[in-house]
């Protein structure tokens, strides 16, 4: 009678039983590493090669935003001052503007005025003057005040050449007359 191969496995000695287990042990581990685990350790190393790519590009972005928001910060708050600046240098003249403020000052202070006239504007290197003759009649204190009032505009303009003249008595007041030479600015076109 012929012998199964569970009787020619049982005939075979203990260490080359551990030998063929060994055997196969290592045939089955490197099947397995070929067929499972170095796709995986592939997948795994260009995974991390990506997550690293996209930290950096992450990073970068961030910085580019930080910077983004400091100039857009600062575009803001040079835009509150070309504001301001516009509103003390305006592009334009706006003479019919500052006449109003003038008039309006002076009405608040108490004193008339009898005079005004534009002068012509004159060129300067970054700015026009724009000179306006006037001329007030009115107390000192309300004089005072309107000088004051005026210097407290936003828009700048210059009082020169201020001239006190006919001083007369009215009641107890001295009502005097004032010659003066308001100038104003514009800027000129960049």
């Known amino acids: 009678m012929a012998e199964t191969p569970a009787q020619r496995f049982a005939k075979i000695p203990s260490s080359s039983k551990i030998l063929l287990l060994a055997l196969m042990l290592v045939l089955i581990g490197a099947a397995y590493y070929s067929l499972l685990h170095s796709g995986l350790t592939e997948e795994i190393e260009a995974a991390q090669q990506t997550k ?42 706006e003479i019919a503007t500052m006449l109003q403020e003038l008039n309006r000052i002076a009405e608040i202070s108490g004193l008339a005025i009898n005079l005004v006239e534009p002068k012509p ?41 201020i001239t006190l003249s006919e001083p007369k008595v009215q009641g107890e007041d001295l009502v005097l007359r004032v010659g003066v030479l308001a100038t104003t600015f514009r800027r000129k076109d960049a």
């Open 52 to 93: 690293s790519r996209l930290e950096g590009e992450l990073a970068q972005a961030k910085s580019l935003q930080r910077q983004f928001l400091k100039l857009r910060e600062e575009l803001e708050a040079r835009k509150v001052i070309d504001q301001q600046n516009l509103r003390i240098l305006p592009k334009d003249a």
């Open 121 to 161: 504007e004159s060129a300067s290197t970054f700015y026009y003057k724009i000179p306006v003759t006037m001329e007030l009649r009115g107390r000192y204190h309300q004089l005072a005040k309107f000088f004051y009032n005026v210097s407290r505009l936003q828009r700048a303009i210059n009082m020169e050449n």
